[in-house]
């Protein structure tokens, strides 16, 4: 599915921000973080309901505080805080209209040299910019699950790339790896560490199932710790069954009942085949097909008990975290 962006964007340099047109939006050829890639991004994702309505966003606070803290590694300062950057992406949201389920990308960048800051690769005397688009973009992994390549392309250890934070310049790993695993006529690549650990997948971390514990690799593996595995302990945690973060090997994937991927743009995806070979039975397995399950119930804002990871989109509907009524924009 390809994604479709919404006609208005929010866009700000330095201090200055607005929502904007789409179009309005021009990069000159120079944007230091085209050059260097000195960038942070998110992926956030909204729902609707089954059934259609207005969409809620997920963990839209956790995942700006992760923005904030890439974007404070590259220095850059944002200028607005968690909470303004939800509101921000509320108010772009409703200016877009009715869009069914959105992918939201915060991208900020290094834009130009401040004067006096001599040419070249840099973090200081550059003045930064933040743009946030939202596409239109459902769900786009196969429910009957994904294969995967291990890839020959190691994931950089965070003593070469802090691979905790989503900066741009560390994705040319991701792309490169997804690249070859699509070229060998597969969905998607897993990437080991340098310790030769699994690490995750191109945007995705990994879980295996064993025995009925589900297994994951820590954070010190040299994985972006995801906001989707956090969710995926809790509704773990729910079913009853443990959850262990642990170093994984290859061939704790190939021998594993069941391997699935979380991320905010796969969600939970089943991995059914690694390398050619099948995972359990060669199709989701049921403790998978609960977390899929469960997942979906959360996003599309079927439980009360989770509401609290939702913040609706909702034209003209009280803003209860701030006790405010949010007009309904012209
Ligand atoms: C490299 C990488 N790992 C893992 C994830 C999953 O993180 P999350 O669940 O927060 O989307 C992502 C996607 O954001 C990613 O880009």
């Given at each position: 599915?390809?994604?479709?962006?919404?006609?208005?964007?929010?866009?700000?340099?330095?201090?200055?921000?607005?929502?904007?047109?789409?179009?309005?939006?021009?990069?000159?050829?120079?944007?230091?973080?085209?050059?260097?890639?000195?960038?942070?991004?998110?992926?956030?994702?909204?729902?609707?309901?089954?059934?259609?309505?207005?969409?809620?966003?997920?963990?839209?606070?956790?995942?700006?505080?992760?923005?904030?803290?890439?974007?404070?590694?590259?220095?850059?300062?944002?200028?607005?805080?968690?909470?303004?950057?939800?509101?921000?992406?509320?108010?772009l949201l409703r200016r877009n209209g009715d869009m069914g389920d959105v992918?939201?990308?915060?991208?900020?960048?290094?834009?130009?040299l401040l004067p006096g800051t001599p040419p070249g690769v840099g973090l200081?005397?550059?003045?930064?910019?933040?743009?946030?688009?939202?596409?239109?973009?459902?769900?786009?992994?196969?429910?009957?699950?994904?294969?995967?390549?291990?890839?020959?392309?190691?994931?950089?250890?965070?003593?070469?790339?802090?691979?905790?934070?989503?900066?741009?310049?560390?994705?040319?790993?991701?792309?490169?790896?997804?690249?070859?695993a699509r070229a060998a006529g597969y969905d998607d690549a897993i990437l080991?560490?340098?310790?030769?650990?699994?690490?995750?997948?191109?945007?995705?971390?990994?879980?295996?199932?064993?025995?009925?514990?589900?297994?994951?690799?820590?954070?010190?593996?040299?994985?972006?710790?995801?906001?989707?595995?956090?969710?995926?302990?809790?509704?773990?945690?729910?079913?009853?069954?443990?959850?262990?973060?642990?170093?994984?090997?290859?061939?704790?994937?190939?021998?594993?009942?069941?391997?699935?991927?979380?991320?905010?743009?796969?969600?939970?995806?089943?991995?059914?085949?690694?390398?050619?070979?099948?995972?359990?039975?060669?199709?989701?397995?049921?403790?998978?097909?609960?977390?899929?399950?469960?997942?979906?119930?959360?996003?599309?804002?079927?439980?009360?008990?989770?509401?609290?990871?939702?913040?609706?989109?909702?034209?003209?509907?009280?803003?209860?975290?701030?006790?405010?009524?949010?007009?309904?924009?012209?």
């Amino acid at each position: 599915m390809r994604p479709l962006p919404g006609r208005w964007v929010y866009h700000r340099v330095q201090d200055e921000g607005g929502i904007v047109p789409f179009d309005e939006v021009r990069l000159p050829p120079s944007t230091q973080g085209l050059h260097y890639g000195t960038a942070a991004f998110e992926g956030i994702r909204a729902h609707t309901a089954e059934g259609g309505g207005a969409p809620h966003l997920f963990r839209v606070r956790d995942h700006y505080l992760r923005f904030l803290r890439s974007c404070r590694l590259l220095r850059i300062d944002v200028g607005l805080s968690a909470d303004e950057l939800t509101d921000v992406t509320v108010e772009l949201l409703r200016r877009n209209g009715d869009m069914g389920d959105v992918y939201v990308r915060p991208l900020a960048y290094k834009l130009g040299l401040l004067p006096g800051t001599p040419p070249g690769v840099g973090l200081s005397g550059i003045s930064a910019a933040v743009t946030i688009v939202v596409n239109r973009l459902g769900s786009y992994t196969a429910p009957g699950g994904v294969r995967c390549l291990i890839s020959s392309w190691r994931r950089p250890s965070h003593a070469a790339i802090p691979v905790q934070a989503k900066v741009t310049g560390g994705y040319v790993n991701s792309a490169l790896a997804v690249d070859d695993a699509r070229a060998a006529g597969y969905d998607d690549a897993i990437l080991l560490n340098d310790a030769g650990q699994v690490a995750e997948a191109s945007t995705a971390n990994v879980f295996a199932v064993r025995g009925g514990t589900v297994l994951t690799p820590p954070p010190d593996a040299d994985i972006l710790p995801g906001i989707t595995r956090d969710t995926v302990f809790a509704l773990a945690a729910e079913l009853g069954l443990v959850a262990v973060e642990r170093p994984l090997h290859p061939a704790d994937l190939l021998l594993a009942d069941e391997v699935f991927l979380t991320g905010t743009g796969v969600g939970v995806t089943p991995v059914i085949e690694i390398n050619g070979r099948p995972i359990g039975a060669g199709e989701p397995g049921p403790i998978t097909r609960r977390l899929v399950e469960r997942y979906r119930q959360v996003v599309r804002a079927e439980r009360e008990d989770t509401r609290r990871w939702l913040t609706p989109v909702d034209p003209g509907v009280p803003d209860r975290s701030r006790g405010e009524l949010v007009e309904r924009p012209a």
